[in-house]
């Protein structure tokens, strides 16, 4: 009993659940009918927790790329501004076609997108693996780079696009449930799959626990990296395109912006660690799932808009603290203290006597 | 106390005080007994070896007594008095520092900076950077230490190394200096130094505990040795009255033939097999080169030989095994495998053509600490196969299981930890990733290195019936002993170059002793040795 009760306070996803618990019991708490989830006249579900797995998706599915970077010892600051190049492309292509309502051409518009955004991904994993330049300094290029970029396809517009099928990837709904949110579930589950049913989840654990290890084992790191980086960018994209979606224009300096810290808040509170190795998808999902139902905290217990980033900032202070390896030490320690009924002293029995 | 279990108890411990007296203690982790009931003391002015295989419990014994671990009952006394250590800096403090096998120093300082580092003398809120050099100084010249304090540490061999690190250690006023395997990175000549700084500290009243997997150097060096067994006091005795014999088998509790088996079995046998049948070369080299690294080099492989590389250190040993094993580009010459002329550039090409190097550095190189046993065995065949194919669960969990029951890896199950097993345990691994891949040449550098006698053996007999069985093995051990004992032919380095290429007939280690030695007027390390 005692040691299932540590094995749940040892588990690195106890402390950013509690959290993720007592800030929707707040919510709760504070708005009455915040749990409460109802179905529209178009058979669409709403309520606050829909809207939290809705407004949470891109953060999730960069999160859930930034994971992958960040067990390999590496990091993405580019993904922000990959949303807005990605979110720019798309826009710039449907609102230069004849017909921005054509479902054809919002699929090569996503496409485009998407593509440009890989082509950039494996830039950074050219510059990461074979250039051999920091992965910090690497993606800061394309980070500050990156929104001239966008502002070069928007020429300097913000992009408003009127487009029906468009503005479903944002805002749309497939059976009842968002759009974005089925986005991010598949994005999570096919990530998931495709590391944890191949060996690249394993591999890419192993370069970032021991790279020279992994090099004289025959591991490709290089491989890896274009690999890890351009996936990064893919679902930077794709974030980006729900995000443009949403707000049904392309803005290429403030979409995504800020949101590479998100993501890697999220990678870092659900317990995988930023000098690389072993990674936890589950744990960025909670991570992703913490921020968002924070943000919503500070709309919905009234928090002052000057006061929002202090108290983001707070919670994170709380959960890391929580998580850090003092506090598990202490734990550790509390739960291997000595017990006060054992004698202190014991007969000793040396096994042999010479 | 168990009197019985120590009969020699030495007389003059009725002169001296004991400066650290451990009675009764017990140390339990989640399902294992580290430490049960141990008794330990140290006496001012001695070196006390402490023995034991790995999973002993020395370790466990050292982390307690330097406050890393704390103890779940008996007591600490040091100089007589009771003592609580709740952290290590508590026990330096006290005056117990320990200088670890691998150094825990700063590379990109300099030798001052390290030897101060955090007792940096101040002046007007910033660093002394004069009184610091001038006492790094005073404490290199005590050890008669002739290094550079301004120079680089990083510029050093790794014996220079551990001698700052020893000089920190002693500049905290040690009353008891811990060394954990010391000498497993040094050779003789730095061996001899660094006991002629023990002995000094020695003469200082500093009681040193002295760890070595080395028989020799703890023979020559203790005055007192301590054997523990499955976290058990096994003995104290004083060095020399307890025969080697008499000492391994109280460390490992069993009659330990296995070890001179191997030595008769290895020559015989395999003289017999290779006048029968033409050897088949495996791998020639011929003149393979990397500059500043190795001079032109021939070598030959033959399948089913064990080619021993003898030399002491930074003769280039290690530095041909790279170079054969792809970790490393070769500049120059040419290498054949199987007749064919290959051009190794990735350790990656060497897998594919079967060639294996587990490198000597175990703990940088060669495991990955936070994958399980499971994937550090099928690291290699996995990354062979790309990621895209991964080996079947079944299968993975066949490997793991047969390799750990073949080479017995002492390990609670497969999904472990590799960092949470011992040294002995981590090479076992490191071993079975190699052999998973069913190499044609097995490249070991240093396998046997910090690790316990029973496993060395295990790993001696491993060789010898994997070369039984056909496979290719070049050799690398500091131990004279353990290469002449494997090999067939032994290959002698030095200063970077072959200088011998022998039979292995019935050659002793005073004869490869000579041939390594043999006109070396050049001093193999230039280093501060004393002048």
Redesign the interface.
């Known amino acids: 009993m005692k040691d299932i009760f540590f094995k749940v306070i040892g588990n690195r996803l106890f402390w950013p659940l509690v959290m993720l618990v007592a800030l929707v019991v707040t919510n709760a708490v504070a708005v009455p009918g915040f749990l409460s989830i109802t179905v529209n006249a178009d058979g669409n579900l709403f309520g606050s927790l829909i809207d939290i797995l809705r407004n949470g998706a891109p953060t999730l599915i960069i999160a859930v790329g930034m994971t992958l970077v960040i067990a390999t010892r590496g990091i993405d600051l580019s993904v922000g501004s990959l949303c807005a190049i990605a979110g720019a492309m798309a826009c710039s292509i449907i609102l230069t076609s004849p017909d921005p309502n054509n479902i054809g051409t919002v699929t090569v518009a996503v496409l485009v997108a998407l593509a440009l955004a890989l082509v950039l991904g494996l830039w950074n994993g050219m510059l990461v693996s074979v250039l051999g330049v920091q992965p910090m300094i690497a993606t800061l290029i394309l980070m500050t780079a990156g929104r001239g970029i966008a502002m070069l396809i928007t020429e300097g517009q913000i992009l408003t696009v009127q487009s029906t099928p468009f503005k479903f990837l944002g805002s749309g709904f497939i059976w009842g449930i968002p759009f974005a949110t089925v986005v991010a579930a598949v994005v999570l589950a096919l990530v998931a799959l495709l590391t944890r ?4 989840g ?2 890419i ?2 370069v970032g ?2 790279p ?9 790191a290089r491989g ?1 990296l274009f690999l890890v980086y351009g996936l990064c960018a893919l679902l930077a994209a794709v974030a980006g395109i729900i995000l443009t979606s949403n707000q049904t224009a392309a803005d290429a300096n403030n979409t995504g912006l800020f949101i590479e810290l998100d993501a890697i808040l999220a990678v870092v509170i659900g317990g995988t660690s930023l000098n690389g ?2 990674y936890s998808l589950t744990g960025t999902l909670v991570g992703a799932l913490v921020i968002q139902t924070l943000i919503t905290t500070v709309y919905t217990v009234g928090i002052p808009p000057i006061a929002t980033m202090v108290f983001k900032a707070a919670v994170v202070v709380v959960v890391t603290l929580l998580q850090s390896p003092t506090t598990t030490a202490a734990v550790e ?1 509390w739960r ?1 203290r ?1 017990k006060t009924a ?13 | 106390m ?1 009197d ?2 120590n ?1 020699l108890a030495p007389t003059e411990a009725a002169t001296t005080a004991p400066v650290i007296e451990m009675t ?1 203690i ?1 140390i339990t982790f ?1 399902g294992v007994k580290a430490l ?4 330990f003391r140290m006496f001012p002015g001695e070196v006390h070896s402490l023995m034991g295989e790995n999973g002993a419990g020395k370790s466990t014994l050292i982390k307690a007594l330097t406050g890393v671990y ?1 103890i ?3 007591e600490i006394r040091l100089g007589g008095q009771s003592v609580v250590f709740a952290n290590p800096a508590q026990a330096q403090a006290a005056g117990i520092s320990t200088v670890y096998q691998e150094v825990n120093l700063l590379g990109n300082l300099t030798v001052a900076e390290n030897v101060m580092l955090g007792r940096e003398p101040r002046r007007l809120g910033g660093i002394d950077w004069h009184a610091m050099r001038r006492r790094a100084k005073d404490v290199l010249e005590g050890l008669h230490l002739n290094i550079d304090p301004n120079s680089l540490l990083n510029s050093h061999s790794l014996a220079i190394q551990q001698l700052v690190a020893i000089a920190r250690a002693i500049d905290i006023q040690a009353k008891v200096l811990i060394l954990d395997e010391p000498t497993s990175s040094l050779d003789t000549e730095e061996v001899a130094e660094l006991f002629r700084v023990i002995r000094s500290l020695k003469e200082r009243g500093v009681a040193i505990l002295f760890v070595s997997h080395f028989l020799e150097h703890v023979y020559e060096i203790s005055d007192r040795l301590t054997v523990l ?2 976290g ?4 104290e005795y004083l060095t020399h009255e307890l025969l080697r014999i ?1 000492l391994v088998q ?1 460390m490992i ?1 069993k009659e330990l033939t296995a070890l001179e088996d191997i030595g008769n079995r290895a020559h015989s046998a395999d003289k017999a097999e290779s006048s029968e049948t033409a050897a088949v070369t495996f791998l020639s080299a011929k003149g393979v080169t990397r500059k500043g690294s190795i001079t032109p080099i021939d070598i030959q492989i033959d399948a089913g030989e064990v080619v021993g590389l003898a030399g002491l250190l930074g003769s280039g040993r290690t530095e041909l095994a790279r170079l054969i ?1 792809g ?1 490393d580009r070769v500049d120059g010459g040419q290498l054949k495998v199987n007749g064919k002329v290959l051009k190794l550039r ?3 090409q060497a ?2 053509h079967q060639i294996a ?1 587990s ?1 000597e550095n175990r703990r ?8 399980s046993v499971r ?1 550090n065995i099928i ?2 065949l ?10 079947p669960r079944k299968r993975q969990d066949e490997l793991a299981a047969s390799y750990i029951e073949a080479l017995n890896i002492k390990t609670p199950n497969a999904d472990a930890l590799v960092r949470n097993l011992s040294g002995g345990n981590q090479q076992k691994v490191l071993l079975a ?1 190699w052999l998973a891949i069913a190499p044609r040449l097995l490249i070991l550098d240093e396998p046997t290195r910090g690790i316990d006698v029973g496993a060395k053996a295990e790993i001696q007999k491993l060789v010898y019936s994997l070369a039984e069985n056909g496979l290719s093995v070049l050799f690398i051990s500091a131990e004279l002993e353990e290469v002449l004992r494997l090999s067939n032919r032994i290959v002698v380095l030095r200063d970077r170059r072959k200088v011998a290429d022998l039979v292995n007939d019935g050659l002793s280690v005073d004869d490869l002793l000579a041939v390594i030695a043999e006109g070396a007027a050049v001093p193999e390390i230039k280093t501060g040795a004393a002048s």
């Open positions: 049913r191949t060996a690249l394993m591999l654990e192993s626990i021991n020279e290890a992994s090099r004289q084992a025959g591991v490709r890896l190795g072993r320690r291997s000595p054992q004698p202190s002293s014991r007969p000793s029995e040396p096994a042999v006597a010479r | 168990p019985s279990a009969p009764d017990s989640p049960d009931g141990v008794d704390n779940d009952s008996g067994r499955n058990q006091l096994v003995g008499d109280a509790g094993g970790v990735t350790p990656r897998i594919k190097y490198s940088a190189e060669g495991i990955v600490d936070d994958l994937d690291l290699a996995q990354a062979d196969r790309g990621w895209f194919r991964p080996i990733r």
